[in-house]
């Protein structure tokens, strides 16, 4: 009968690291491990045979045991705490003691997996499975799955954790472009308190909801909600307007949103966004080309529960109809990117200066008509600016000097050769 136990590292670790040697065994223990191919076979090796059979040993002398091995369990879980998943299922199979430490539940309230070769689908079925023995089907103490760059990632992977792990609060599957929206749907459905939620990259996720299954049992007095805060869906490219409205009616706690260079996106989206999502504090829309004046002042409708925004690229942007509406209903804005937007002048960076006073970060790269003047009035208003990119800008050296007397810690990302 198999037992169940320390998955094998050829199903965490991708093929072409089969060279590698295994941790070198301590206390008596023998290695098991298989021939690693690229489709090798999923299993599940046995635990130290000390720790299947216990025999009677005598402890050898403290003065003929290794260093490593006079270190307390303490300091071990410390150590094995930082380790990724791969390295923390080699650490178990050295010897009875490690496989004690390395599978201490208080080292699986999260799973790392990097590597894109990895057979991501079939770490986390055997990894679950390990961490379902004591409640079975269940993983209640796994809280963070983390898998981004997985690219063989898909969405039998993410079937598995929306099973198993009821208690999933953040997850990263960035770059896995296999994953698709109905896997999405099923684990935002599934693990209720989720928050943290990071597709970018994934280019066949074009909306964020519940499946259809969970939404008919839902009462309409609880509104279908999603407990998601942090959104990132960066480079998402089919996301639409119309998925950006679904995503808002469904995550109304969002206070973290990232849609860069999702470039179907129009201002129609974000007017559902503020609509829904009242309590934005951070919002990237960064390359998104369609966005406009009219995009901005829905933006601003936000008022002082905006922290950052970056609508960088967005070369619709003007001062007048779009930063002039910015600045006066958004007075606690810390963080700015209005980068390549070659409409915003210094007329718009007065405007800021004038009612932003507690902006830290500003960065105005690439934009083609700001001048020193600008510049100045915003070094003479707000005191606490701490970083300034005005990279590719023709802004003179007396103009840098400016805001250097009056902020002192403000560090200036430039293109001038001549100032230093």
């Known amino acids: ?80 705490a930082h380790l990724p998943t791969n390295q923390l299922c080699r650490c178990a199979r050295v010897c009875r003691r490690w496989y004690n430490l390395a599978w201490d539940p208080r080292l699986w309230r999260s799973i790392r ?24 089907n269940v993983c209640l103490m796994l809280e963070a799955v983390a898998a981004s760059g997985c690219r063989r990632l898909t969405d039998r992977g993410l079937h598995t954790v929306a099973q198993c792990c009821p208690e999933l609060r953040r997850l990263e599957v960035a770059g896995c472009y296999n994953v698709s929206n109905m896997a999405v749907f ?54 639409e307007d119309e998925g950006l409205h679904t995503i808002a009616a469904h995550c109304t706690q969002l206070t973290h949103l990232y849609l860069r260079r999702c470039i179907r996106l129009t201002d129609e989206g974000l007017r559902y966004l503020v609509i829904y999502c009242p309590s934005v504090r951070e919002l990237s829309v960064s390359d998104c080309r369609f966005v406009s004046d009219f995009g901005l002042r829905e933006i601003a409708k936000l008022e002082g529960r905006l922290r950052y925004l970056s609508v960088a690229h967005c070369g619709r942007i003007t001062d007048t109809r779009g930063l002039e509406h910015l600045a006066k209903n958004c007075p606690k804005l810390k963080s700015l990117d209005i980068g390549k937007c070659p409409l915003v002048s210094d007329a718009g960076l007065e405007l800021l200066a004038l009612n932003c006073f507690n902006l830290k970060r500003l960065s105005l790269k690439s934009c083609e008509s ?12 707000c005191f606490d600016l701490q970083l300034l990119n005005v990279q590719d800008c023709d802004v003179p050296q007396e103009a840098l000097r400016f805001v250097k007397r009056h902020c002192k810690r403000c560090v200036i990302e430039h293109t001038n050769p001549a100032f230093f």
Do not use: W
Not at 8 to 21: E, F, G, K, T, V
Not at 197 to 218: A, P
Not at 370 to 381: D, M, P, S, Y
């Open 1 to 80: 009968m198999r037992t169940l136990s320390t998955p094998s590292p050829a199903l965490i670790l991708p093929p072409s690291s089969s060279h590698l040697p295994l941790p070198a065994q301590a206390n008596g223990s023998s290695t098991s491990s298989s021939s690693i191919t690229g489709e090798t076979v999923a299993m599940v090796h046995a635990p130290p045979a000390g720790l299947i059979r216990p025999r009677a040993r005598l402890r050898p002398p403290k003065d003929q045991q290794a260093p490593v091995d006079l270190l307390p369990d303490h300091a071990f879980l410390q150590i094995f």
């Open 113 to 136: 997996l990097t590597g894109d070769l990895l057979h991501a689908d079939r770490a986390l079925r055997v990894l679950t499975r390990r961490l379902c023995q004591d409640t079975p």
């Open 186 to 239: 099923e684990v935002v459905s599934r693990c209720p308190n989720l928050e943290h939620l990071d597709v970018s990259g994934c280019s066949k996720v074009t909306c964020i909801s519940l499946t259809r299954d969970v939404s008919l049992k839902l009462l309409p007095v609880h509104g279908q909600q999603i407990s998601i805060r942090y959104l990132d869906m960066t480079d998402c490219f089919a996301l």
């Open 370 to 381: 700001i001048t020193g003047r600008g510049l100045q009035v915003v070094a003479a208003n």
